[in-house]
């Protein structure tokens, strides 16, 4: 099967029943999405698809073939980060890093959904991204600070 991922099409063997998640990580060896809870529930494996955030630990890789998928690999351009990136480090919204990549990913949704109007709406639309460390404040500041950096 084919998939397409951060902007380059990837030729990938793989069982049906092998999840989004295992084949970024263990045959296109993008690590960046994070095994963490494998049930969905604490978003460390959140990727967008066809612009959407999806938790790729519950999604088989053979549905998603024909989608534009973007990991945390493929936010930055050339040396410049993605606004939330660089939102993330000037807000020190992470700590241990196990989830900041499916925060990143989360956020940059929040935003272009139009979810970030306020830190109680941040908060809500984000609450699918569990932070371990409690940096929720901080990551609450750099998806406002986004949502002011990429508004056209």
């Given at each position: 099967m084919t998939l397409?991922?951060?902007?380059?099409?990837?030729?990938v063997a793989v069982e049906p029943r092998v999840t989004l998640l295992d084949a970024l990580r263990e045959r296109l060896g993008l690590t960046g999405a994070k095994k963490g809870c494998d049930r969905g529930e604490c978003g460390a494996c959140t990727v967008l698809v066809d612009g959407e955030?999806?938790?790729s630990c519950l999604t088989l890789a053979v549905m998603r073939q024909g989608a534009e998928?973007?990991?945390?690999e493929g936010l930055?351009?050339?040396?410049?980060l993605h606004p939330v990136q660089e939102a993330f480090i000037r807000h020190d919204a992470f700590q241990c890093g196990g989830c900041t990549p499916g925060q990143i990913m989360?956020?940059?949704?929040?935003?272009?959904?139009?979810?970030?109007?306020s830190d109680d709406e941040i908060r809500e639309w984000m609450s699918g991204n569990i932070c371990r460390c409690a940096a929720?404040?901080?990551?609450?500041?750099?998806?406002?600070?986004?949502?002011?950096?990429?508004?056209?």
């Open positions: 397409s991922v951060n902007g380059a099409q990837h030729r955030r999806v938790k998928i973007t990991t945390v930055a351009r050339d040396d410049q989360s956020a940059i949704a929040c935003v272009h959904e139009g979810h970030a109007g929720y404040q901080n990551i609450v500041a750099a998806v406002r600070h986004s949502n002011q950096e990429m508004r056209p």
